[in-house]
């Protein structure tokens, strides 16, 4: 009898237990469910929404790994201001790379009421972190056009590749000066480490430079990985680098864009 | 209890080795010479790295299903030591893995219930996984600054688990292989989770723990 009262138990507690997930097989198993390639499919969502806008409201935050409780006000703020076309994240979304830190990222940036893009970040490369991010997000390089603006979003994390792969990669940017020219007038580019930061191939920063010079009426550029507030012209070409500060120290970039200029905030939360 | 003879190797006479309930010894040692002695302990230290038990568990943060081969020592045999490989399928990655898993248990209490079943209420310990793959490193390459990623490795894993098993006796007229079989689960965690866990309080105990099933085979 009393073996059965305990067996019943043991099943009662495992049907109970079984309401989230389960079982795990590995910190970096790559398995998950829901939903995937969320760039592509925000993108769609943003370039349709911003197709004829003239003005631009774009929030932009970064490195909200491991900071869960912040990420979630974040959200809130952002959807609370309720101005904010779309949102860009630069990178970072885990610390460690495990699957589990990236479904649990998802989960806190889904409740974003507008489409947002997530770049990749250095410790999002951990174990087997890039391939859950090329399924979850998509490619590393990407871009997107809204409202005349085109956005580059780029891979600049050379460290995770010992500087053995094309990155950055000079023929995407290449490819991307050149194609869709009659769509857009402006270029925003977004990378996680800036030139000069330790995960940038630092041998082709001057080159790096002189492509993102090429870009049509390139207005500025947007980084993360340093946890801190940034605003440097770094190459002393008047173009100004914003580094937006981690979720941790609880305030993220807001960028205002009209036809002829734009402006930007920092929002503490 | 059943004897057998055997030729003593040092000797070339026979000793007699009895196989009682739980373990095997050479008895008489009277009128042995010190090299039978010491042949005798060698043996006796090798017989105790004769696994004594299969397992084959599933999850755990060791694979999807790991096999691998146990010992049990202490004087209530409270202590076991598994060593267990495991397969991880590749799921959303290129290609599946292998890992290897270092597990020590300890069963503190045990109920017997008519040499036919026995409940251990608790089972718990820890174990260290190591996962094979060129992206997985134990030490920083050496490509990152010194002290880049503040944690220990991404192919080392320690997990901590709690548990309770419940074993079938095979009756003694009936015994074969099996000496008895154990069904276990286990709730477990690792070492980055419970990081996360107390870098941030929106992680909760829950989203860190996981289930794992198992079965214990006791061949001697």
Redesign the interface.
Known sequence: M??KT??HG?AIS?LL?GC?????????????NGEQNINANNIKRIEADCLNKDTLTIAFISDTH????DT?DMVDDINNRNDADFVIHGGDLT????T??FI?QRKRLAKLRMPYVALIGN?DF???GN??YS?MYGNTDFSFIAGRIKFICLNTNA?EY??LAAVPNFDFMETQILSDTELFDRTIVCMHARPYS?QFNNNVAKSFQHYILRFPGIMFCLNGHDHCLQEEDIYGDGLIYYGAPSASRRSYLLFKITPTEYHHEVIYF | MFTVTAPCAASGRPATIHSENDSTYIADTSGQSPYDRRVETYRKLWNFLIPTQLITQ???????ISLGIGWDYGNRRQYETNLLF?Y???????RA?M?MTLKQNFIPWRFD?DDK?N?EPLSCGIYF?T?FGH??WGRE?K???DK??Q?LS?KV?INAFVG?R?TAITPKNKRKFVKNITAF?E????D??IR?MF?????SL???L???LGIKVQMM
């Open positions: 009393k073996v305990l067996l043991i495992v237990y989230g997930d389960l079982f795990d097989f590995h910190p970096y198993d790559t398995r998950f491991g900071s869960y409780g979630e610390d460690c790379g495990t589990k830190e649990w410790h951990l174990g087997t391939e859950v399924v460290t010992d500087y330790e | 599933y999850a755990g943060n060791m694979g999807q495991g991880l399928p590749k799921f959303n990655s290129s893995k890992t219930f079943f409940i996984n996962v992206e997985f390459p490509r990152y600054p880049y990623y944690f991404t894993r309770q419940i689960y709730i477990s965690t690792c980055i989770y996360a870098q941030d309080s929106k992680v829950g989203d860190i996981g289930l794992s």
